[in-house]
T-cell receptor
Framework: AQKITQTQPGMFVQEKEAVTLDCTYD???????LFWYKQPSSGEMIFLIY??????QNATEGRYSLNFQKARKSANLVISASQLGDSAMYFC????????????FGQGTELSVKP | DSGVTQTPKHLITATGQRVTLRCSPR?????VYWYQQSLDQGLQFLIQ???????AKGNILERFSAQQFPDLHSELNLSSLELGDSALYFC?????????????FGPGTRLTVL
């Protein structure tokens, strides 16, 4: 069965520092994708970054990068130079070819950025 | 703005009632997904439609039903509501409805059952 695990319910980071949010996944499907979403207190889901299982390089989008370690089945999100506006819930999610487009989400990590 | 619209934004109702949540996908997207976010269950996939046809079903209760209309908008119907149905309901859309389509989420409908 497909599963996403986020083991950090809450994290604190100092403004301007980098932070890593952990995500491990489980699937037997060789073709899958991993997504990270941000959910601020206002509630909307904001897409941040995507990594495909066959991608050779780690994905990057501005201050966001994904540390993809396929053998360890981990897809950690790295946020560089944290800003106060980064305070939010962060969700890791997965889709697989055999499961179609539906997303399976982890429990989320609440990130708080301190000034 | 993701381009996905959901109405209403907030809904307060009583146990036993029936409500309808509405979603309009991004222009050009053929697939619509419904997700439920609650404190105890987290974010769960409910159901997916592609071009009017049901494509995948998740943890959707029998009291819940959905459909996608010819103009591609979708409705999620929740009936015989219980306190535990209180949650944030998201609609998302994608172009083709398969992996690894990016899904664009609407702002959600917050349902409160009293």
């Amino acid at each position: 069965a497909q599963k996403i695990t986020q083991t950090q319910p809450g994290m604190f980071v100092q403004e301007k520092e980098a932070v890593t949010l952990d995500c491990t996944y489980d699937t037997s499907d060789p073709s899958y994708g991993l997504f990270w979403y941000k959910q601020p207190s206002s509630g909307e889901m904001i897409f941040l970054i995507y990594q495909g299982s066959y991608d050779q390089q780690n994905a990057t989008e501005g201050r966001y990068s994904l540390n993809f370690q396929k053998a360890r089945k981990s897809a950690n999100l790295v946020i560089s130079a944290s800003q106060l506006g980064d305070s939010a819930m962060y969700f890791c999610a997965m889709s697989t070819t055999h499961q179609g487009g539906k997303l399976i989400f982890g429990q989320g990590t609440e990130l708080s950025v301190k000034p | 703005d993701s381009g996905v619209t959901q109405t209403p934004k907030h809904l307060i109702t009583a146990t036993g009632q029936r409500v309808t949540l509405r979603c309009s996908p991004r222009s050009g997207d053929l697939s619509v997904y419904w997700y439920q976010q609650s404190l105890d269950q987290g974010l769960q996939f409910l159901i997916q439609y592609y071009n009017g046809e049901e494509r995948a079903k998740g943890n959707i209760l029998e009291r819940f039903s959905a459909q996608q209309f010819p103009d591609l908008h979708s409705e999620l119907n929740l009936s015989s509501l219980e306190l535990g149905d209180s949650a944030l309901y998201f609609c998302a859309s994608s172009a083709y409805g398969g992996h690894p389509d990016e899904q664009f989420f609407g702002p959600g409908t917050r349902l409160t059952v009293l």
